[in-house]
DNA sequence: GCTAAAGTGTAATATTATAACATTCCATTT
DNA sequence: AAATGGAATGTTATAATATTACACTTTAGC
């Protein structure tokens, strides 16, 4: 077992092995459902997006994929990146310009991200109270919500 | 009175001018209390700000601020910018790479801002009882929270 | 196999933000 | 008033992030 692999790393040690092939598996599946085409190139993104929780900004993105694909070009990742966005299989985290994979991709979710400034890992949670406190507010004010970025930076316990 | 200016690009009509008038004596007064200084140019480029509610990017500020001084630079916004952040005189709207002024500076504040996304003003508002929400849940986790982005986008009444 | 749409390749460029170092301004001390 | 030290600004350059435009290729459905 691969147990430990970059457990010192986030904050829920974990078997990282089969967390990145649960969102790879997932994927395809929501892919295969929603028609839409996993392709080579978007799996190979989004494989290297998932192998750490830490966000990843699109340049390194691309120069982990520039290893295997000398010649490729920043629109290439962006064009993954927004396929994925799309699919819900990644997100981006505004705040630093950079982007994580999605773990529960398969079910819909209302979530806030915590990110950790010491070791820059970067989880999604769900927050649904969070949403509905929200929504009371915007409704009061008679704003249609569309669309939110619930970013909490601070200090994993790992950190702390 | 002026009570008309703006009136169709905010979601409450509001006397404007008072409103900026507002903003930029609470920044005279917080900036003396804390020592910092409201320079010239520091104070213009909020005046800016302030000049709608619409979130303003750092080189349109630029464009707006080369009216008078041809010769500036990005760097002299961005400088200005930072002040005005550490002031809590403005926040940046990290989805949109956009600025705006803060209207309750001189009261410590938890705030969220909705984003129209058709008529593009952005609304700071208290959403004390989402912080309550977003807290308990990374309470519950261990996370420390430090700083939080909270951007919802959406229709305001007047666009929906 | 043909076709239309989606995906990719390639080059160029737009947009956002910062680094580095010189100079000026300004409050305080002398 | 002159000296001084730190903050602010000027100036140049460049880094970092993201998109546009257009040509070519692949793929799914007919």
Same mark, same amino acid.
Not at 25 to 37: F, L, V, Y
């Given at each position: ?21 649960? $969102?790879?598996? !997932?994927? /395809?599946?929501?892919?295969?459902? #929603?028609?839409?085409?996993?392709? +080579?190139?978007?799996?190979? *993104? ?8 830490? $966000?990843?900004? !699109?340049? /390194?993105?691309?120069?982990?994929? #520039?290893?295997?694909?000398?010649? +490729?070009?920043?629109?290439? *990742? ?8 799309? $699919?819900?299989? !990644? ?30 890992? !970067? ?38």
């Amino acid at each position: 077992m691969q147990d430990n692999i970059n457990n010192k790393t986030v904050q829920h040690p974990h078997n990282h092995q089969g967390c990145m092939q649960h $969102a790879l598996q !997932a994927a /395809e599946q929501i892919c295969g459902a #929603k028609g839409m085409r996993l392709t +080579a190139i978007r799996k190979r *993104i989004l494989e290297l997006i998932c192998a750490s929780h830490k $966000a990843i900004g !699109a340049y /390194e993105l691309l120069d982990l994929f #520039k290893l295997e694909d000398p010649k +490729a070009k920043p629109v290439t *990742i962006y064009r993954a990146l927004d396929f994925l966005m799309e $699919a819900g299989l !990644a997100h981006k985290i505004e705040s630093l310009n950079a982007f994580i994979g999605c773990l529960q991709a398969e079910t819909p979710h209302k979530s806030a991200i915590l990110i950790c400034d010491n070791c820059k890992n !970067a989880y999604e949670i769900d927050a649904t109270a969070v949403y509905e406190s929200l929504f009371t507010l915007s409704d009061s004010m008679q704003f249609k919500p569309q669309c939110l970025t619930l970013e909490l930076h601070g200090l994993c316990v790992s950190c702390s």
